[in-house]
């Protein structure tokens, strides 16, 4: 498996927002970039504005990302495979489906936590994915290397990778992404609704409106198959919210001041604990783990690091020449690493650490 900027082209299936932003940053990486979409129209717009090189896909990619709606993900990882001869990985926002119908050693499941209100090819920017969340959902038979690479190319975007199992992503996402969107455009529609006996109610829509409201303005077409998808996650959570609404609704309606104080209280405490993008440490330590070497080693450290809130900022993979063992090294921040030994020795690893002058 090659590593990133290693070959002339990679591919990008769908050139959307998030296809668009990809092929950019992949050019920005030294690659020559073979893009294709269901719409002509786009791909023509691709090539006069020079983000694709060729409106095909290259069979010697090294990689292919497919970035289509998610109803349209498993279809596109399967012809990548077919037709490339290079790993492959997707963006979709719902994992759980897309690993259930597409399960493959070339093959890792992965989701950008990036966008914008901007919609389409016209969106697209080389630095959307700088500082944003990519998470990796690793199948049972993703190989190592194609996991090390994709690692390797988030780091590359600009992007905080992190380990994830697909249906636990789909839970998360669902809180942080999915709900959002859709109370974004209820609050929205609600104030248009509105609007049609207040005339200047829109135009008194201030700061705080605006930022609960911004994600309503992107694309609405992506969004049925993503609820469909994750059905059960999404209802589970907007119930939650329902259940809160509720509770403040009846505190507004008995006068009850305290717990609508509290309420807030929390909320903000909550809010002003959100995690920034993930800083350069002063200082990285070398964290070495010898393994089996057998297919889910190095997604299940990866994904132990992210229960730990430990961040990687680098890691490759050396083998050994002793037999089927092999030694993963992993660059963390030199203030965690006895957090991710501790809790390697407690899975039945043996680590060591060694800090980087």
């Known amino acids: 498996m090659s590593a990133v900027g290693e070959s002339k082209f990679a591919g990008v299936i769908g050139l959307g927002l998030i296809g668009g932003s990809v092929a950019y940053a992949l050019r920005e990486l030294g690659y020559s970039i073979g893009g294709i979409d269901d719409d002509p129209m786009a791909v023509e717009k691709a090539l006069a504005e020079g983000i694709i090189d060729i409106g095909s896909l290259p069979a010697d990619a090294v990689l292919t990302v497919v970035a289509t709606p998610v109803d349209a993900i498993p279809a596109g990882v399967t012809r990548a495979l077919a037709e490339t001869s290079g790993w492959v990985t997707d963006t979709g926002s719902v994992k759980g489906a897309i690993a259930d119908a597409v399960s493959h050693e070339r093959f890792v499941p992965s989701h950008p936590m990036a966008g914008s209100e901007q919609s389409g090819l016209a969106g697209a920017r080389p630095d959307l994915f700088r500082g944003a969340a990519w998470v990796i959902t690793p199948t049972d038979d993703t190989s190592d290397a194609t996991f090390a690479a994709m690692h390797e190319l988030v780091v590359a975007v600009g992007a905080d990778p992190l380990t994830l199992e697909p249906k636990a992503h789909d839970r998360m996402v669902a ?178 650490v060694r800090p980087l002058s």
């Not at 930022?211 to 077409?221: F, L, N, V």
């Not at 809160?244 to 104080?261: N, Y």
């Not at 889910?296 to 680098?314: K, R, S």
């Not at 002793?322 to 006895?338: C, F, H, Q, R």
Request: proline share 6%; with cysteine; aromatic share 2%.
């Open 175 to 352: 809180t942080v992404s999915h709900v959002p969107h859709l109370a974004a455009a209820a609050l929205m529609n609600v104030a248009s609704r509105r609007s049609d006996e207040h005339l200047a109610m829109l135009r008194l829509a201030a700061g705080g409106f605006r930022d609960m409201t911004r994600i309503a303005a992107g694309s609405p077409d992506i969004w049925p198959p993503i609820c469909l998808q994750n059905g059960a996650a999404i209802t589970d959570a907007l119930d939650e919210v329902i259940e809160s609404l509720v509770g403040l609704k009846s505190a507004v309606e008995t006068g009850d001041a305290e717990c609508i104080r509290t309420s807030l209280t929390s909320a903000r405490a909550a809010r002003v604990n959100l995690p920034a993008a993930v800083p350069l440490p002063p200082g990285l330590s070398e964290v070495r783990v010898r393994i089996k070497d057998q297919r889910g080693q190095l997604a299940a450290i990866t994904g132990l690091a992210a229960e730990l809130d430990v961040n990687i900022y680098d890691l490759e993979i050396a083998h050994s020449a002793e037999g089927p063992t092999g030694v993963i090294v992993l660059l963390v921040d030199s203030e965690v690493a006895d957090v991710l030994r501790g809790g390697l020795l407690a899975r039945g690893y043996r680590p060591s």
